[in-house]
């Protein structure tokens, strides 16, 4: 059974994204252009993206334009992208626009993912979904050196101390690295 896996970037005062959904904070830090391979999860056989996300994604590595790029971060690997939109997908990746509710696409992601894991990219409110439907089991949060006036939280849900394990905390250069394990609700 594949475990799901948030694992994001973050600032210090927990915003994935500006309000006009860049991560153009991100890149500013140094290193975070080529980050650490031990800081990305392995195992995984599936992505999963908000509309937002793949759209800056799209616009920010020019990827309709030269599609080669696609398979430098996704690989060959099949991404479900949550969008109520139809959306340009690059020449040959494999790229799946759903709607509707995450509950009602978990089993063709369990289905493509196989034996791998799914790493749910953001945004938010999409984890959020996730976690709602009890397909959440890590957290894992690279938090940088910077902070927003305001954009888009990490997760907008309220999950309890009940239910987040911290299994690791370290530096990683710059940053600061955080590792929660997510029971589900009893």
């Not at 056989?45 to 334009?65: F, I, M, P, R």
């Not at 430098?72 to 990746?93: C, K, M, N, Q, W």
């Not at 945004?123 to 949060?141: E, I, M, N, R």
């Amino acid at each position: 059974m594949p475990r799901f896996i948030f694992d994001t970037a973050c600032t210090l005062n927990g915003f994935l994204a500006t309000k006009d959904h860049s991560l153009e904070w991100l890149f500013a830090v140094p290193g975070a252009e080529e980050p650490d391979p031990e800081l990305l999860p392995r195992n995984v056989s599936v992505l999963v993206e908000g509309s937002h996300t793949y759209e800056w994604v799209l616009k920010n590595e020019d990827l309709v334009a030269h599609p080669e790029r696609w398979q430098t971060f996704h690989g060959t690997r099949p991404t479900f992208v949550f969008t109520s939109r139809d959306l340009p997908i690059p020449e040959g990746a494999d790229v799946r626009l759903v709607s509707g509710s995450v509950a009602d696409h978990l089993d063709a992601i369990r289905e493509a993912a196989g034996e791998g894991d799914v790493w749910i990219l953001g945004g938010g409110d999409l984890v959020g979904q996730f976690a709602d439907a009890g397909a959440l089991d890590t957290v894992a949060l690279t938090v940088a050196p910077v902070t927003l006036e305001d954009g888009h939280g990490v997760l907008p849900r309220s999950l309890g101390a009940d239910r987040l394990r911290l299994r690791e905390a370290r530096q990683a250069g710059p940053f600061a690295r955080l590792v929660y394990d997510v029971t589900q609700p009893a």
